[in-house]
Nanobody, 122 residues
Framework: VQLQASGGGLVQPGGSLRLSCAAS????????IGWSRQAPGKEREGVSC????????YYADSVKGRFTISRDNAKNTVYLQMTSLKPEDTAVYYCAADLSVVGWQKGLMPYWGKGTQVTVSS
């Protein structure tokens, strides 16, 4: 299983970014995909998750209303659209995969990709 996160960068407060997570080596449509982030000196935090078959979405309270997760099963890709970004959103963002959504918020998904850096600063 390989997961590749991309789309990070430097953005001003209030700006937007779209992250992508491209997956290979798995039956993508069977897997829930989650996004987590880790800021320097802080624990990893589950940000969002999308289920496999019905596309149900989940969000941490800290991003609810600002971030939107979606998936394109034809492209084996999950997206995280981030808007109204704040300096506290600065972190390395990781995507992960699991057959279940149960562990997404606690970072318990078994398959992880390398992260992409998001920096929100003026």
């Amino acid at each position: 299983v390989q997961l590749q996160a991309s789309g990070g960068g430097l953005v001003q407060p209030g700006g937007s970014l779209r992250l992508s997570c491209a997956a290979s080596g798995l039956a993508f449509h069977n897997y829930a995909i989650g996004w987590s982030r880790q800021a320097p000196g802080k624990e990893r935090e589950g940000v969002s998750c999308i289920s496999s078959r019905d596309g149900r979405t989940y969000y941490a309270d800290s991003v609810k209303g600002r971030f939107t997760i979606s998936r394109d099963n034809a492209k084996n890709t999950v997206y995280l659209q981030m808007t109204s970004l704040k300096p506290e959103d600065t972190a390395v963002y990781y995507c992960a995969a699991d057959l279940s959504v149960v562990g997404w918020q606690k970072g318990l998904m078994p398959y992880w990709g390398k992260g992409t850096q998001v920096t929100v600063s003026s």
